[in-house]
């Protein structure tokens, strides 16, 4: 069984910055693919990004390229996704995901899921 605990979400103003972490322990968590999901209030949960055991390759949903990085450190398994120029349409519960088997852009495709962290951005 693997486990996802979100951490560093908080209220930001519109333009700033916020890192987001997630812890994952269970078996064989450093070789699954882990990413990011987000959902806003009444909307589906919309894909961010993804990156893969080694790394490489990491893919992200267009509207947040250059703007998000994502990235992963082996020795605490844990994943960042690193946030600038933040907008207020960014506002949404941020979702840590792990082990897909299928399309990485689909939220189906994810075994493991964390309980989530909200992420509101100011105007």
């Known amino acids: 069984q693997v486990q996802l605990v979100e951490s560093g979400g908080g209220l930001v103003q519109a333009g700033g910055s916020l890192r987001l972490s997630c812890a994952a322990s269970?078996?064989?968590?450093?070789?699954?693919?882990m990413g990011w999901f987000r959902q806003a209030p009444g909307e589906e949960r919309e894909f961010v990004g993804v990156?893969?055991?080694?790394?490489?390759?990491?893919f992200y949903e267009d509207s947040m390229k250059g703007r998000f990085t994502i990235s992963r450190e082996y020795a605490s398994s844990t994943v960042f996704l690193q946030m600038s120029s933040l907008k207020p349409e960014d506002t949404a519960v941020y979702y840590c995901?792990?082990?897909?088997?299928?399309?990485?852009?689909?939220?189906?495709?994810?075994?493991?899921w964390g309980r989530g962290t909200q992420v509101t951005v100011s105007s």
């Open positions: 990156i893969g055991m080694n790394g490489r390759p990491v």
């Open positions: 269970g078996r064989d968590v450093s070789t699954y693919p």
């Open positions: 995901v792990a082990d897909p088997e299928g399309s990485w852009r689909s939220p189906e495709a994810y075994k493991y």
